[in-house]
DNA sequence: CTGAAAGCGCTTACAG
DNA sequence: CTGAAAGCGCTTACAG
């Protein structure tokens, strides 16, 4: 019960380990009576070919890491899953990679092994470290900043909170506080804002920063309950909350609740991401969705495009963002 | 800047490679001298080794399958998280496989390639499927079924069961509803049905057969949704409702809100896996906690061990389950 | 269309 | 404590 290897196959079948390999890659060179007597041969034997060795003599692993900071929250999970499947859809397998911490973020880019190609939800990492320390396979990024390390897959952050933000414009809300991420007392900034603000512009209203509250980790629900705790307790009216993502949205809303205002009565509220939890809160929440297949497709194929040799210049692809309203607002 | 290799390090050491490779690997056979001349080698040339060479060379991958129905559900994500972290914690690496079908889950365990071992959340394979095809790795189950065919880990469900249900009848609730998975009209069963009647038989109290209903899929809001709103259309009474899981106690608890039941006061709900999204509802969710770390760390001892070439009888660890009381419930 | 040989980067007995 | 050689299972030029 010791495993069947190529030679075994070729034994079999009468021929040469060359001309099994080819026919087990799928590739031409080998006449159609030939490939007959050795898929026979394969699957009497039950060959199933090692990677390691194919590996080790084509340079390729067939594998692709997928570097997320956390699997814990819905975006993750639901990218992680979609990010997986497509990978296997082209044949190729993936290794996860939880990068709690800085450290093992920036060595599963600048240090990966036993991988074609990686794709970066990134987290903590920053050019200025690349800089030193370029990564050492080929690369996108999903999602966040704009790097010049990778290419890479820009979410549909502007679109999605120029909509949300309209909509809720639309339904006469004007004073809409921001529950989102960053450290407490900083300007907010990057595409989520600025398309929120354009939308304030639109309907010729400005921005009051006296309505914004940070949490400090934009991935947890607890920092929108954070964030919402301190927004009250300033005591400063507000009829919407316009929350960075669904995760937030969610501590935000369940302050909200158990505090007594209504939603959306009260206060709307809004998330970004369209998670199946939203979904199912009391009210469901009225979100953006970020067209994930899109987006993960769109990252598999540049990622394979470089895998496979494309050498051109850095890459971006926008995608779009859909409103998906709900109760919430 | 082509990798270094082995043999580069063994140069710039002036050593062999034999000798590199002790040293890397932290074996004896190398002076204290050596040694550091290898290290020093190592850093200087930036050697990071390659994980194709080895697994041929050795005949390990130092690579351990996690395999999971789906990852956008809380129990999955979370319990693959904590799996990804604790080998990476035994130093070795993992791939995840979504296993959305029953031939991925059965070729996962019975074809896997690329792996000294597999952690298998089973879904859909069974010990008749296996005993035709037996797995070709090393292989432990965590949670689900009894099988002939793996060590296992058995999660807490009648410990939790039992303590969820008491909790309810503690309370003085009579009439508990089951929300339950399977097919429609076929008989609640399992360690978590067992609980359930037991604490109830404490109580002296009968179960009501006519107070159970099925959703679809167990793990997925929906099921609980369709559950809840069948159990509603029957028109029984009930003042609690035992969920199979926190997924469905989620989507059975939105049923109640929208049609205007209070929760806790008219009915209570209850959950099980304890889920950081459970403890964000409004009301926030009564559960039973499965001691994910401890499962986790049990199942990925199992396997180490088996990896490294232990050949006894199959082993179970029984893991424990605390109660969560939240509001709920 | 097919074969024989070399070689990918490592580890592992076997010697010394 | 260390070295030289063989070999893990494949693919890849090179021949024919």
Known sequence: ????????????????????????????????????????AVSRLGYIGDPAGRQLASGRTGRVAIVVPRLYQPYFAETAERLVLEIEGRGMTSTLVVAHDLETELRAVTAARDVDGVILCPHAVT??????????????????????????????EYEGFRRLAGHLLA????????????????????????????????????????????????????????????????????????????????????????????????VAVTGFDDTVEGAFLVPALTSASPRGDEMVAAAVRMLVERIEGYDGPLREVQTGADLVVRASA
């Not at 050019?127 to 704009?146: F, H, I, K, S, W």
């Not at 005591?235 to 919407?240: C, E, I, K, L, V």
């Open 171 to 266: 339904q006469g809300r004007r004073r809409i506080a921001l529950i989102w991420s960053g450290e407490e007392g900083s300007e907010p900034r990057g595409p989520r804002f600025d398309g929120y603000r354009d939308a304030l512009a639109d309907a010729g209203i400005r921005h009051d920063p006296e309505l914004v509250a940070f949490g400090s980790d934009w991935d947890r629900r607890a920092s929108g309950f954070e964030a919402m705790t301190a927004l009250l307790a300033t005591g400063r009216r507000f009829d919407a909350a316009l929350c960075v993502n669904d995760a937030m949205a969610i501590g935000a809303m369940r302050v909200l609740r158990t505090r007594g205002v209504r939603v959306p009565d009260d």
């Open 127 to 156: 050019d200025e470290m690349l800089d030193v320390t370029p990564p050492n396979r080929p690369t996108v990024q999903l999602g966040a900043y704009a790097s010049r390390h990778f290419d890479r897959v820009v979410m549909g």
């Open 1 to 40: 019960m010791t495993p069947v290897t190529l030679a075994d196959v070729a034994r079999e079948a009468g021929c040469s380990a060359k001309t099994v390999s080819n026919v087990v890659l799928g590739r031409p060179g080998a006449s159609a009576e030939t490939r007959v007597r050795v898929l026979d």
